[in-house]
């Protein structure tokens, strides 16, 4: 989905969502964010803080990713927000990365966010962003971090792209399952949904592991 359209699809939501109060707040808080007057901090990095207050938490996450776009916030404001920022705050900075940050940049924030056992920040961390800029060493230990935690692999962006024929993967995946198994512990279901997609279609000969 193209920047525009990501953004018209999150007003929309939120027009219909919203209280008549909590709606007034956000046009207003938008229209600090793309003035970006010049004091410290910048009133919407306010607003980006406050939103789960002024919005209910369950519609936070779309709030301030629309204030993100509306700031056109750089990859330097970004790192910051994140680190200075609550577990709600670093997810919409996870979910904004992909139209704001075209090169690499936002990795360090992808890593970090797999590193922790938030459900809630690992799936945010396998969106778009890391199914372009992900190394592939990186990515198939953040599949193994979803099976692990119970993050649905649906939450995986381009995971039938990026699984095919991704023999490393295969392996690993085993050798999960059979960790698994030896402990006397479930296998995800998942984890054999994801094995299946390794596999080259029938055409194909057989497909030596990707770059690791």
Request: hydrophobic share 45%.
């Amino acid at each position: 989905m193209t920047k525009a359209a990501t953004v018209t699809a999150l007003r929309a939501h939120l027009d219909a969502e919203l209280t008549d109060t909590a709606r007034e707040w956000l046009d207003h808080a938008l229209a600090a964010a793309r003035t970006a007057a010049d004091t410290t901090p910048p009133v919407w990095e306010t607003r980006f803080a406050e939103a789960g207050r002024r919005t209910g938490q369950d519609h936070a996450d779309a709030a301030r990713i629309l204030l993100l776009h509306a700031a056109h916030a750089d990859s330097t404001t970004l790192h910051r927000l994140y680190g200075e920022g609550t577990a709600a705050e670093r997810r919409a900075v996870l979910h904004a990365l992909p139209h704001l940050v075209p090169g690499p940049e936002g990795l360090l924030l992808v890593e970090d966010a797999l590193r922790t056992n938030d459900t809630r920040l690992v799936a945010a961390a396998v969106g778009p962003y890391a199914a372009t800029h992900l190394p592939a060493h990186h990515w198939r230990h953040a599949v193994l971090k979803c099976l692990f935690t119970g993050v649905p692999v649906d939450a995986v962006a381009e995971l039938p792209r990026r699984a095919h024929g991704d023999t490393e993967l295969a392996r690993m995946l085993g050798d999960f399952a059979a960790e698994r198994t030896a402990a006397g512990r479930t296998v995800p279901e998942d984890l054999h949904r994801v094995l299946a997609l390794t596999e080259p279609a029938p055409h194909e000969p057989g497909t030596e592991a990707k770059e690791s």
